[in-house]
């Protein structure tokens, strides 16, 4: 049996009441910093810094994960249009070389010295300040459903990540990217074991590497046989 209406909790929207906190305390302008694709298997990690002007957030930032593909088009070129942006873009070889946490702390601070702004202050989704961030920082766990600057970060990260693996996608077309974006759904896990993985899989991810090992395993039981 279902809750009363009235007793079913409405999510709220994002605000700019902690921007606004941070503007009184640190001065200067405040970024909003949100990553996408920590956990996919393939493709790279985005990070992206984002300082909306207060006299022209567009209507309707909200999570990029509750919103359609369609309205996260919309709001990426009007976010893109009315704001400051940073992007960064950790590769797979470095993913690979530092681990996808380390690549995503890299990718804040980047983005945020990509805004080339002076210097300010940043609310970061999530419990962690990188080491060496280049403005006081504060972290916030669920940001991106806190701060309307934070949630536009998670929308241009998100946009610029897709759009980069339904790029690559079509030139590795075993592997469905253009619909899974290189995270581990079954049709992506299929893909792997009957082809193997390529140059933009994530080979430090245990997934992948099982998938290797597995290959190899059969690769050499298909040489022993022959010989």
């Given amino acids: ?19 606004e906190a941070m503007m009184m305390e640190h001065y200067g302008p405040v970024a909003g910093i949100d990553e996408a694709g920590r956990g996919p298997w393939a493709g790279p990690v985005v990070v992206a810094a984002v300082v909306l002007n207060p006299d022209r957030i567009p209507e309707g930032i909200n999570d990029s994960k509750m919103l359609t593909a369609e309205v996260r088009e919309e709001l990426y070129f009007e976010i893109m249009a009315t704001s400051c942006v940073g992007i960064a873009i950790g590769n ?17 601070r980047l983005a945020y010295r990509a ?44 946009v610029t990540r897709d759009r980069i693996m339904v790029k690559l996608a079509r030139r590795y077309r075993r592997y469905g990217w253009e619909s899974n974006k290189g ?15 390529c140059t933009h899989h994530r080979r430090s991810f245990s997934p992948v590497e099982r998938a290797i090992r597995l290959l190899e395993a059969r690769a050499a039981n298909i040489a022993s046989v022959e010989d």
Wanted: glycine content about 10%; hydrophobic content about 45%.
């Fill in 1 to 19: 049996m279902g809750l009363p209406a009235e007793s079913i909790p409405v999510r709220s929207l994002p605000s700019f009441d902690l921007e």
């Fill in 92 to 108: 797979v070889r470095r993913i690979d070389k530092i681990n996808i946490l380390q690549a995503s702390l890299w990718g804040m």
């Fill in 115 to 158: 805004l080339g702004l002076p210097i300010g202050s940043a609310l970061i989704d999530g419990n962690l300040i990188p080491r060496r961030f280049p403005a006081k920082a504060r972290a916030v766990v669920g940001g991106d459903a806190l701060s309307l600057s934070v949630a536009a970060a998670s929308i241009i990260a998100k």
């Fill in 183 to 197: 995270y581990g759904t079954p049709e992506h896990a299929r893909a792997v074991k009957k082809h193997g993985v």
